[in-house]
C-alpha cells in the first residue's frame, strides 16, 4: 500500500452508502406512513433491506475483485468465526433478557406472560416460520451494509469505538420513520422516554457488534447471527403485548451497559490491518479504483 493510498483510506467515509441508505429506506416508509395503512412485514421489509442492497451494490461497483471476494467470504465464511465467539453470540443477549426479568419481578414488576409463548414453542412450524422472518428482516436485511460496508471504512479513518458510536448513531435514526408508522414496536413506543432509550439500546448494540466483528476477522456473518439472536429473543419477550413495559426496558438498558463498559473500555480494539488491506484494491489502476469505491 502506498502513503498516497493510506492517506486515501484514512480520508475514506462512506457518506455516499448513509445518503442512499437513508433517502431510500425513509422514502419507501414514507409512503407508506402518508397512505395512512397498518405496516405490514413487507412495508417494512421493503425499507429494512436497502441498507444490505446498497452495501452489496457498492461493493460490486469496485473493480477490485479482491473486495469482491473479501466481502462475500466475510458473509459466508463460517469458521471465522470460533466457539468462544459463537458462544457469546448465542448466549449475551437470552442471558441479558432473563436477568432483566428476573431483576424486574424482584423489583415488583408483572412477570414474563408466557401463555401466547407457550404456544408458539408447542408449534414448531410457526417457531420455524418466526425465526426465517426474524432472520430476513433484520440481519440479513441490514448487516451486509452496516457492518458488511460501512463498519471497515469508518474504521479505517477513526478508532473502533469511535466508529461503533458514529454507526450506532446513525443507525439508530434511521428507524426513526418507525416510529410515526402504525404496525411497527417502534410505533408502539412512541416518541416518549422508551424513543431515547431505544436510540441508547441501538448505539449500545452497535457496540457488541463491533467488538464480535473484530475479533471474528471482521466477520459480517458474525453481526448477522448476533442480529438475528437479538431480534429473536425481544420477540420471545415483546411476544404477549408487542412491547415491553417502560421498567423492564430500563432495566434492560442499564444491564446492557454494564456489558459495555468493559467492551468500550478495553475490548474495542484496533481493527486487523485487513480493513486497510481490502479497502485499498490491489488493481492495475489504482485511482480509478478510489474514486469508484473509497469515497463511496
Known amino acids: 500500500m502506498t502513503a498516497q493510498n493510506q492517506t486515501d483510506v484514512k480520508r475514506a467515509f462512506p457518506r455516499l452508502f448513509f445518503g442512499l441508505a437513508f433517502s431510500l429506506s425513509w422514502l419507501i416508509w414514507i409512503v407508506v406512513i402518508a397512505t395512512g395503512v397498518t405496516a405490514t412485514p413487507l412495508h417494512i421489509f421493503a425499507g429494512a433491506v436497502v441498507p444490505s442492497v446498497v452495501g452489496i451494490a457498492l ?37 441479558i433478557l432473563v436477568a432483566t426479568f428476573v431483576l424486574n419481578h424482584l423489583l415488583g414488576g408483572p412477570p414474563l406472560a408466557l401463555a401466547a409463548l407457550q404456544q408458539v414453542l408447542t408449534n414448531p412450524l410457526q417457531l420455524v416460520l418466526m425465526a426465517i422472518m426474524m432472520f430476513l428482516g433484520g440481519p440479513l436485511a441490514e448487516e451486509l451494509g452496516w457492518r458488511g460496508y460501512a463498519l471497515d471504512r ?31 414496536h417502534q410505533a408502539t413506543i412512541g416518541m416518549s422516554w422508551g424513543f431515547w432509550l431505544f436510540i441508547l439500546d441501538v448505539v449500545l448494540f452497535s457496540m457488541v457488534i463491533s467488538w464480535v466483528y473484530n475479533h471474528t476477522q471482521r466477520s ?41 463498559i468493559p467492551i468500550f473500555v478495553s475490548g474495542l480494539h484496533k481493527p486487523p490491518d485487513q480493513v486497510e488491506n481490502t479497502l485499498v484494491p490491489s488493481d492495475p489502476n489504482p485511482t480509478a479504483s478510489r474514486t469508484g469505491d473509497i469515497h463511496a
Open 154 to 184: 469508518l474504521q479505517a479513518r477513526w478508532s473502533v469505538r469511535t466508529s461503533s458510536l458514529i454507526l450506532g448513531v446513525i443507525w439508530a435514526f434511521w428507524h426513526l420513520p418507525l416510529f410515526f408508522m402504525p404496525g411497527t
Open 59 to 95: 461493493t460490486q461497483r469496485s473493480p477490485s475483485k479482491e473486495q469482491h471476494q473479501d466481502f462475500w467470504k466475510r458473509v459466508t465464511d463460517f469458521k471465522r468465526i470460533g466457539i468462544r465467539r459463537y458462544g457469546v453470540i448465542v448466549f449475551l443477549f437470552p442471558a
Open 220 to 260: 459480517t456473518l458474525s453481526a448477522i447471527l448476533l442480529h438475528w439472536i437479538y431480534n429473536f429473543s425481544m420477540a420471545f419477550a415483546m411476544f404477549e403485548s408487542g412491547t415491553i413495559p417502560l421498567q423492564t426496558a430500563f432495566i434492560k438498558t442499564g444491564l446492557t451497559l454494564i456489558v459495555c
